[in-house]
């Protein structure tokens, strides 16, 4: 039975920051790839940053690109994705993801979490 459970998300100003993490239990997941996506209302779910195991390769969307950093702990088996300058337009529910390999496609992730909603006001 494997879980994600991601935390941290809530409301923040226009440029301000917030850290979101994403504690995943169940399943020995040495090797597993992480990821970030989101979902605006309206929108379909995209792609923001994804990190390897070892954390060596990480990969942002370009929207997220500078301004958000992806990292992991893998000894506490739990990513996080530090947002900085946080505009309104990545106002979002924020979703965790595994995959064995690195990707930046949702289909390719074998395991979600709930996720958690970031409000960026103006």
């Known amino acids: 039975q494997v879980q994600l459970v991601e935390s941290g998300g809530g409301l923040v100003q226009a440029g301000g920051s917030l850290r979101l993490s994403c504690a995943a239990s169940?399943?020995?997941?040495?090797?597993?790839?992480m990821g970030w996506f989101r979902q605006a209302p309206g929108k379909e779910r995209e792609f923001v940053a994804v990190i390897s195991w070892s954390g060596s390769s990480v990969y942002y969307s370009d929207s997220v690109k500078g301004r958000f950093t992806i990292s992991r702990d893998n000894a506490a088996n739990t990513v996080y994705l530090q947002l900085n300058s946080a505009k309104p337009e990545d106002t979002a529910v924020y979703y965790c993801a595994l995959h064995r390999l690195l990707s930046r496609r949702a289909s390719d992730f074998a395991y979600w979490g709930q996720g958690t909603q970031v409000t960026v006001s103006s």
């Open positions: 169940g399943l020995t997941f040495m090797g597993y790839a």
